[in-house]
């Protein structure tokens, strides 16, 4: 109950009081007092008309917010997949065009490189929610990196090269 008491009070005016007989009433969402309007607000004592209403339209602009920043973080989890799906058909791609001319030492220095990369990967993903600019701009880079390098690599230290390029892309994200 704590948790969204204090997310109610992100309504300008909404004291902790207020916010717990908001949800006591069932009114625990932004969602739910926008969707609520002026008739069911009403049957909230101390209450008068000009704050309801203001309640009412705070309320439906941060329901309105939560929901973009939900789908933002939705697309961002999306291009992530997209990116580790990248990596390891990268690793298959490589084994695959440059097979012949690896020696031992190169491969072992290009899983290296590709462990490292889906390990920034992972560390990358804990930072979506709270870096959300710059996740989007360092997985867009990472992206369009693999991408490229799977078609144009044709020595191991261009691979070795790109798989840099692209970590240190997303090492941004969570370096900040």
Not at 25 to 36: E, H, L, P, Q, R
Not at 105 to 129: C, S
């Amino acid at each position: 109950m704590k948790k969204g008491s204090k997310e109610l009070q992100k309504i300008k005016g909404m004291s902790e009081t207020l916010s717990k007989r908001l949800m006591k009433a069932g009114y625990d969402t932004f969602d739910k007092i926008a969707a609520a309007g002026d008739a069911g607000l009403k049957k909230i004592g101390g209450l008068d008309q000009l704050t309801r209403k203001s309640i009412i339209d705070q309320a439906a602009s941060l329901a309105k917010e939560k929901r973009k920043k939900a789908r933002r973080l939705k697309n961002l989890k999306a291009a992530a997949a997209t990116v580790r799906g990248q990596v390891e058909g990268l690793a298959q791609t490589v084994k695959d065009r440059l097979g012949d001319r690896l020696t031992e030492k190169g491969m072992e220095k290009i899983e290296k490189q590709l462990l490292k990369m889906t390990a920034a990967l992972e560390k990358a993903k804990g930072k979506l929610e709270s870096r959300v600019k710059p996740a989007a701009k360092g997985l867009a880079k990472a992206k369009k990196r693999l991408a490229g390098m799977a078609d144009e690599a044709t020595e191991p230290t261009e691979v070795i090269k790109g798989l840099k390029k692209a970590r240190r892309a997303l090492k941004k994200i969570y370096r900040g």
